[in-house]
């Protein structure tokens, strides 16, 4: 059974930072690759980032490049997003997901992803 457990979310000032993580059960953890999505009130889940699961590879989202960093340890089954800079319009709950198939590279896609954490909320005050 995999589990995905996030963690580090919270209420930041326009400008600050905060870094979240997703600790994952499961001994194929290393094998998948790994993303963050986000949900704003009244807005439908989003892509953010994801990562390899090498961590060879990342991508972004165009509204996060520069700010934000995903990375993965490997011997602690966890993946980190570090936001820098955050703005309100960063406002949301955060998720955590693992892909749902065995790949080389991740994809920005949310039906790739088949498991989710419970999410975290991230607000940023102006």
């Known amino acids: 059974q995999v589990q995905l457990v996030e963690s580090g979310g919270g209420l930041v000032q326009a400008g600050g930072s905060l870094r979240l993580s997703c600790v994952a059960s499961g001994r194929t953890f290393n094998s998948y690759f790994m993303a963050w999505f986000r949900q704003a009130p009244g807005k439908e889940r989003e892509f953010v980032a994801a990562i390899s699961w090498s961590g060879g590879n990342t991508y972004y989202t165009d509204s996060v490049k520069g700010r934000f960093t995903i990375s993965r340890d490997k011997s602690k089954n966890t993946v980190y997003l570090e936001m820098n800079n955050l703005n309100p319009r960063d406002t949301a709950v955060y998720f955590c997901?693992?892909?749902?198939?065995?790949?080389?590279?991740?994809?920005?896609?949310?039906?790739?992803?088949?498991?989710w954490g419970q999410g975290t909320q991230v607000t940023v005050s102006s």
């Open positions: 997901a693992r892909g749902s198939y065995l790949a080389t590279a991740p994809t920005t896609k949310l039906h790739d992803y088949g498991y």
